[in-house]
């Protein structure tokens, strides 16, 4: 029998009583794509490169036991949404993340779920589709959280939740939940068999001088509205096909935005993060909506290098450029919709 059901039975509680968790969603400065398992393993490159940072933006989640309860109790204010039931009616929200990770924990470990009561919330601070990894940040702090309230220690909860959403069906890369796991400003490497390895070539804390120097000339703007679009992803599956050595070159965008960050040189991280737009644009024509462009236009005439967040099509772009333009760049594109990210 398991320890937390004994436990239970016992009437000693489980690991904790309750517990909690704060997990920041990150943007990435370049290299997200190449992070993709699947197309690495395919067209046989050699290995991807991404460097993300954390963002001061964050998903909290609380988990408890009520002893007087048999069911599971999942809250999400943020979407206005509550599910209530036993672990299948749980499996049974296909399409819901935090159900389908809280479901796979507890069925893979047997752990006795009897009275979990799960809330998440970012407090209205993170947008739906932003483009910051929010869904695999959730996961992975839903993984974290839930295994130190039932006292289940040596998991790797980025792979656990990668796992969990490839099993939903979605094809992404690692990055996110590495990111977030780690915090801080990070440099991973994506490599080895089936191109499953993730190599952490370098991860400065949030209060290194790094972190800061690259965090502070950061503006994150989401233009109100998705680049999600079935055709994008189409215009990538073709063109990828047909040159899978743009996975090298937007790696080495990564690798170059690294090097730049290391020496604290402006003008070479902004290529970089430019160079890595470029790719994604010849991609997809799509990877930038009208707005984005107007957006983006209005960062260029401020001297700031730009780029989506995420390659999944989410809303959100990263400007990168002097601190002290920030407040003129905001005052140009709130007229054009949408809403800092901080």
């Avoid at 704060?22 to 993709?36: C, E, H, N, Q």
């Avoid at 809250?75 to 209530?84: K, Q, S």
């Avoid at 932003?130 to 839903?142: D, K, N, P, Q, Y």
Wanted: aromatic letters at 8%.
């Amino acid at each position: 029998m398991n320890r937390a059901k004994k436990s239970r039975e016992a009437g000693s509680g489980f690991a904790r009583e309750k517990a909690q968790i704060k997990i920041p969603v990150r943007a990435d400065l370049a290299g997200g794509t190449s992070d993709i398992a699947f197309y690495l393993e395919k067209y046989k490159v050699d290995h991807g490169s991404v460097v993300n940072i954390s963002l001061p933006v964050e998903i909290g989640i609380e988990v408890s036991i009520v002893e007087s309860s048999k069911e599971i109790k999942v809250i999400m204010p943020d979407l206005g949404n509550v599910v209530e039931g036993d672990l299948v009616k749980l499996q049974n929200q296909e399409k819901d993340n935090a159900c389908q990770i809280i479901s796979h924990f507890l069925r893979f470990f047997a752990l006795d779920f009897r009275g979990l009561r799960v809330k998440i919330s970012s407090q209205g601070k993170i947008p739906p589709a932003s483009g910051l990894g929010t869904s695999s940040a959730m996961g992975v702090g839903l993984v974290e959280v839930l295994a130190d309230l039932y006292g289940v220690y040596g998991i790797n909860p980025a792979e656990f939740t990668y796992l969990v959403e490839t099993s939903m069906g979605l094809l992404g890369g690692k990055q996110d939940y590495y990111a977030a796991w780690l915090s801080g400003l990070n440099y991973m490497i994506f490599h080895g068999p089936h191109k499953s390895l993730v190599s952490i070539k370098e991860s400065f804390p949030t209060n290194h001088q790094l972190y800061c120097w690259v965090s502070q000339k950061m503006v994150i703007y989401y233009c109100g509205e998705s680049r999600s679009s079935g055709k994008m992803n189409q215009e990538f599956k073709a063109k990828i096909a047909r040159d899978p050595s743009v996975f090298a070159e937007i790696a080495k965008c990564a690798d170059n935005a690294f090097k730049a960050i290391l020496v604290k040189d402006e003008k070479a991280l902004s290529g970089a993060i430019n160079q890595d737009r470029d790719l994604h644009l010849e991609l997809s024509s799509l990877y930038y909506s009208k707005k984005m462009r107007q957006m983006a236009r209005v960062g260029e005439e401020l001297g700031y290098a730009h780029r989506g967040c995420g390659a999944g099509g989410g809303g959100c772009l990263l400007f990168w450029g002097k601190e002290e333009d920030h407040q003129k760049l905001l005052k140009r594109l709130h007229p054009l919709g949408g809403i800092e990210i901080k």
